[in-house]
C-alpha cells in the first residue's frame, strides 16, 4: 500500500535554532501534502496544505514565516520551524493522499517530536 | 467550511462489549467519511471508511454507519479486545478538498 516517510521521528534541540522536517510520498506522487500539529490527546490541527510547485496554505493563527513549508517536487514536502522555541515543542505529522484528492484515504508519516530546550 | 463534532471523547468497555463512536458533520457537500485508528506515539491509520452513496459498511468486528439526512456517521466495534485501546478519530472530506477531522474518542477496552 501507500507509504508516507515523514524524517526525523525525534528531535531535541536548543531555542533558537531551526528545524528540518521531510514528508515524502515513496510510491505515489502527492501534489497535496498536509501538515499538523497534535498535543498530547488531542486531535490533528491542520498547519497547512502544502501544494507542489505553488506556495503553501496556512490555517488562521499559524505563521508562515515561523512554520516554511516547501514543497519542490510531487515526492516531497519539508516544513521548517524557524527559529524555535519550547512553545513550538509538539508533534509534528504530515499525510497525503494518493490522487490528491482529499476524498481518498490519508496516508501519514510517522511523526516528529520536537522537543526545544 | 466544515466543522466535525466527535463523541465522546473517552470511551471504556469491558473485553467483548460493544463500542460506538458518533460524529456528525456540518457540510451537506461532504462525501467521504474515514475513521482512522492512532495507537500511542503512532501515525493514524485508516481502518473503515463510507461514502455518501452507501448507508453501511463492515469489515469484520468494525462497521460504519452514515445517515446523510441527519449529517451523522457512527463507528461500531463489536467484541472489543485490549488491542482496540487507541484514539479513533471520524474525519469528513468533500465539500472541501481539506479533510477535517473530530476531536478524537480515547478508547479503553479492560481485560
Same mark, same amino acid.
Given at each position: ?46 498547519? +497547512?496544505?502544502?501544494?507542489?510547485? #505553488? ?5 488562521? =493563527?499559524?505563521?508562515? &514565516?515561523?512554520?516554511?513549508?516547501? @514543497? ?11 527559529? +524555535?522555541?519550547?512553545?513550538?515543542? #509538539? ?5 497525503? =493522499?494518493?490522487?490528491? &484528492?482529499?476524498?481518498?484515504?490519508? @496516508? ?10 | ?111
Amino acid at each position: 500500500g501507500a507509504v508516507v516517510s515523514q524524517h526525523p521521528s525525534w528531535v531535541i534541540c536548543k531555542s533558537g535554532t531551526s528545524v528540518k522536517i521531510e514528508c515524502r510520498s515513496l510510491d505515489f506522487q502527492a501534489t497535496t501534502m498536509f501538515w499538523y500539529r497534535q498535543f498530547p490527546k488531542q486531535s490533528l490541527m491542520l498547519m +497547512a496544505t502544502s501544494n507542489e510547485g #505553488s506556495k503553501a496554505t496556512y490555517e488562521q =493563527g499559524v505563521e508562515k &514565516d515561523k512554520f516554511l513549508i516547501n @514543497h519542490a517536487s510531487l515526492t516531497l514536502s519539508t516544513l521548517t520551524v524557524t527559529s +524555535a522555541h519550547p512553545e513550538d515543542s #509538539s508533534f509534528y505529522i504530515c499525510s497525503a =493522499g494518493e490522487s490528491g &484528492d482529499s476524498n481518498q484515504p490519508q @496516508h501519514f508519516g510517522d511523526g516528529t517530536r520536537l522537543s526545544i530546550l | 467550511g466544515e466543522n466535525v463534532e466527535q463523541h465522546p471523547s473517552t470511551l471504556s468497555v469491558q473485553e467483548g462489549d460493544s463500542a460506538v463512536i458518533k460524529c456528525t458533520y456540518s457540510d451537506s457537500a461532504s462525501n467521504y467519511f474515514p475513521w482512522y485508528k492512532q495507537e500511542l506515539g503512532k501515525r493514524p491509520q485508516l481502518i473503515i471508511d463510507i461514502r455518501s452513496n452507501v448507508g453501511e459498511k463492515k469489515d469484520q468486528r468494525i462497521a460504519v454507519t452514515l445517515n446523510k439526512t441527519a449529517k451523522h456517521f457512527s463507528l461500531h466495534i463489536t467484541e472489543t479486545q485490549p488491542e482496540d485501546s487507541a484514539v479513533y478519530f471520524c474525519a469528513a472530506s468533500g465539500g472541501s478538498y481539506i479533510p477535517t477531522f473530530g476531536r478524537g474518542t480515547s478508547l479503553i477496552v479492560h481485560p
